[in-house]
């Protein structure tokens, strides 16, 4: 089982779900959800299987005395509350399941001699089927319905023996088939790319469609309230669980007010294209932690504005930014929560993405403006991957309440082990020591990723360097629809004034800034190490990597090496001096 019924949850829907959930125990080619989203209904439970096919299940507390006039289509009625009022009837709603599975499942375009089996299931937890009025409903029951009685869920041997005689015996889909089923009946359990954003596009048997592993549906689906911190490895899935989950409670809860804020531009836009908020009636705020800020200062409408935009001014003219935004900008924004008191705007849920960059005052504001009836706050973290200064706190110090609802994600998904071993090597020792003594700083223990390429083009001058960048980059360009190539600092600030740039042009090479990165951005990118947090490519360029020397440095060579999916070129000029690191990535090339 993916989630588990509520607290709110009838008797009848906790007892089925304890017997299914036992179960599934012994069965692991099932995939259950209890009450998941299905075209504005909610089935109490349904099931996919390879091998079954879908079992929809539909639960009924109803007791016989109280059942007055049951149909075989149209509601019922029933006796509550000294009144006869009117209730649902079971068969009906299985059938307006049934009608959108059969709908989803024709989008397959599966070949005519594959039938999905679609298997409904009324269950009265509270009738016997001893009872007179289980006669009645026999009787009225559609021809494709099986019905469940109160014995049938009275323990788990006759659960057993009455699932297994539901259960088709010569029906079998395969892999490929069964992933293209269960990405349309639920798009949720797709995996966030820019290729599978729409999610209400629906896939036939000629896609490849990529989903989410049980693991990350299940987190996904089955945050509750409160506080909840991940901490994961470089390409561990974090922004994935972020966006999915996102997904989740906007769909679930359309009147809520949902925050995500990360720390740089790129992963923003990544995670607005990835969402797609315009597609929700949710209220749902994607910014960075600055943009955020400001928009919510200026939008206060007071003196706080004036004393933001003085602020910005004078550190402009002092060349102060870096403090302005880490320092002044958020002192001025806890003033102003203080200052608004109740009058303050609450998201009903927040989401951090890469909250290793964030400092403690940061924290200290957004605990401010998160609706304590709702509380739910996620954190992303990677302390190997904090590359701005930032002093360490306890999560308890800035009002995060965390404790036992931690979760580690210590296997890449993105890196192939060629890729990993040099991204571990690369580490400085300094950081090295910190893994295991901290929560955010964490040893991947697998590589997930197919195998990859690692070169590494060592020159004796930085123009031959160049030279020899610009060539493979010409070749790599004939099969790779997009190349990403990293520098250390920002080429777009200084107008691409820099000594590589020319051989692109005498080879006739086009770029473009990885700041302009859209779903359609193709060909040559040039970017920062800094801005690519939480990004990935297939194909990873860095030069001049001789001039990564302090432990600063190789960190930041250690968050760009972790960005490729598959091929990583280094470069380097061996006359700056040879070097530990340079000796070691000559070893580890493929």
């Known amino acids: 089982m993916l989630n588990k019924p509520s607290q709110n949850a009838t008797q009848g829907e906790q007892s089925f779900f304890r017997r299914l959930e036992n179960y599934l125990s012994k069965n692991s080619d099932i995939i259950g959800y209890y009450e998941p989203h299905l075209g504005g209904y909610r089935p109490d439970f349904i099931m996919l299987s390879p091998l079954y096919g879908i079992i929809i299940v539909e639960i ?7 059942l007055l006039n049951i149909t075989e289509t149209g509601q019922w009625e029933y006796f509550k509350d000294n009144m006869i009022r009117c209730i649902d009837n079971p068969f009906d709603q299985l059938y307006q399941y049934w009608r959108i599975i059969k709908d989803r499942i024709g989008f397959c375009h599966y070949p005519n001699h594959i039938n999905i089996p679609i298997i409904q299931v009324a269950v009265f937890a509270q009738i016997s089927e001893e009872d007179p009025i289980s006669d009645k409903i026999r009787k009225l029951t559609p021809e494709k319905v099986f019905l469940c009685f109160k014995e049938n869920i009275s323990n788990y ?31 949720m359990c797709r995996l966030p790319t820019l290729e599978q954003a729409d999610l209400s596009k629906y896939y036939n048997i000629e896609d490849k469609v990529k989903l989410l592993d049980q693991k990350q549906e299940k987190l996904a689906i089955e945050f509750g309230s409160g506080h909840r911190l991940v901490f994961g490895v470089a390409g561990g899935g974090k922004t994935i669980l972020l966006i999915s989950r996102a997904r989740i409670l906007a769909e679930k809860h359309p009147k809520w007010k949902i925050l995500i804020i990360c720390y740089n531009k790129l992963l923003r836009d990544l995670i607005y294209h990835l969402i797609k908020p315009q597609n929700y009636t949710t209220d749902i705020t994607i910014n960075t932690y600055h ?7 200026n939008s206060a409408n007071n003196e706080f504005w004036k004393l933001y935009k003085g602020a910005q001014r004078k550190a402009e003219k002092e060349g102060k930014m870096t403090d302005f935004f880490h320092k002044v900008a958020p002192k001025l924004f806890l003033h102003m929560l203080e200052d608004l008191g109740e009058n303050k705007i609450l998201y009903d849920a927040i989401l951090i993405d890469e909250g290793q960059d964030f400092e403690q005052e940061w924290f200290e504001g957004i605990i401010k403006v998160l609706n304590p ?14 590359i701005y200064a930032r002093k360490r706190f306890h999560w308890s110090n800035v009002g995060i309440e965390a404790r036992g609802r931690v979760k580690r994600f210590e296997k890449s998904y993105r890196n192939p ?22 929560d955010e ?29 610009a060539i493979k980059i010409n070749q790599l360009l004939k099969n790779s629809k997009k190349i990403l190539l990293l520098f250390k600092r920002n080429m777009v600030k200084n107008g691409y004034n820099h000594p590589f740039f020319k051989f692109l042009k005498e080879l006739n090479l086009e770029w473009s800034s990885l700041e302009k990165l859209n779903p ?13 947090k939480g990004l990935e490519f297939d194909t990873i360029i860095i030069p001049e990597i001789d001039t990564y020397k302090t ?34 990535i000559k070893t580890l090339q493929t």
């Open 373 to 386: 009836t709702t509380n739910s706050l996620l954190i992303t973290c990677d302390g190997l991957q904090g």
């Open 291 to 297: 943009g955020w800020v400001r928009h919510y200062i």
């Open 520 to 532: 359609n951005t193709s060909g040559l990118l040039i970017g920062t190490i800094h801005g690519t």
């Open 441 to 469: 700083f964490l040893s991947t223990k697998e590589f997930l990723g197919n195998h990859g390429l690692v070169e590494f083009i060592v020159s004796d001058t930085r123009e031959d360097e160049y030279k020899k960048l």
């Open 60 to 66: 009924k507390d109803y007791f016989s005395k109280k």
């Open 551 to 584: 432990d600063k440095d190789r960190q930041l060579l250690y968050v760009g090496v972790t960005r490729s999916r598959k091929k990583l070129i280094l470069s380097a000029n061996q006359s700056n001096g040879t070097s530990e690191l340079l000796s070691t």
């Open 417 to 438: 082990i060629e890729i990993g071993i040099i991204a571990q090597r690369i580490l400085p020792t300094s950081l090295r020591n910190l893994i295991g003594k901290f």
């Open 157 to 187: 041997k006759n659960f057993e023996d009455y699932f297994k005689d539901v259960l088709p015996i010569d029906f079998s889909l395969s892999q490929d088939y069964f992933e293209i089923l269960r990405g349309n009946i639920f798009p």
